[in-house]
């Protein structure tokens, strides 16, 4: 369409430009990127109070479920490698992504209530939020890092929801996967600084 002027021509030029980066995806990275600051300070802050005590961790303190978690970690990264699944899949069939995309969505279920059933044993063993500094930072960096996967699995089961009724477009797939992505790839970081 040709708009006569030449003000006007510029402005229909720019209006039917392509984003390199859909705004959905934008969004989320900005969204991601402020997120990663904040566990950033958070592991900063952990890892000074760690280095400075002279026995670590407390010895009145229970131990921190290792081998466990290990295995809840190999559940949340093979969701990973289900939603990249789903993605591909997408991209050359709308309905079959629907099952990599719920498989997903289950192993970070998963994920999340074995976190769950994991601080329920450690409360009653006797770590708590005010029990120690291991505590503290414990509760508070897994938390934040639960909080965020529970978020993120809403948002994935968004995305299912939008794909079972055949609204899904790609860009908002793609949103919801930098998401969990930032989700399933910090977790091996919390997992190394913190348990072990």
Known sequence: MVV?????LRIAAESQRIPLVPNGVMGMLIFVAIEAMMFAGMISAFTIIKSSALVWPPPDQPRLPVEETLFNTAA???SGVCLYWAQRTFARDHKRARRPLLAAMLLG?????????EWVALIRDGLTLTSSNLGSFFYLIVGMHALHAVAA???????????????LAQSQLAAAQVFWYFVVGLWPVLYAVVYL
Do not use: E, S
């Open 76 to 78: 949340l990264l093979a």
């Open 109 to 117: 279920a998963f994920f999340v209530v074995f976190q769950g059933v």
């Open 4 to 8: 006569r002027g030449a003000g006007r």
């Open 153 to 167: 699995l809403g948002v994935l089961a968004y995305t299912w929801l939008r794909l079972q009724r055949g609204w």
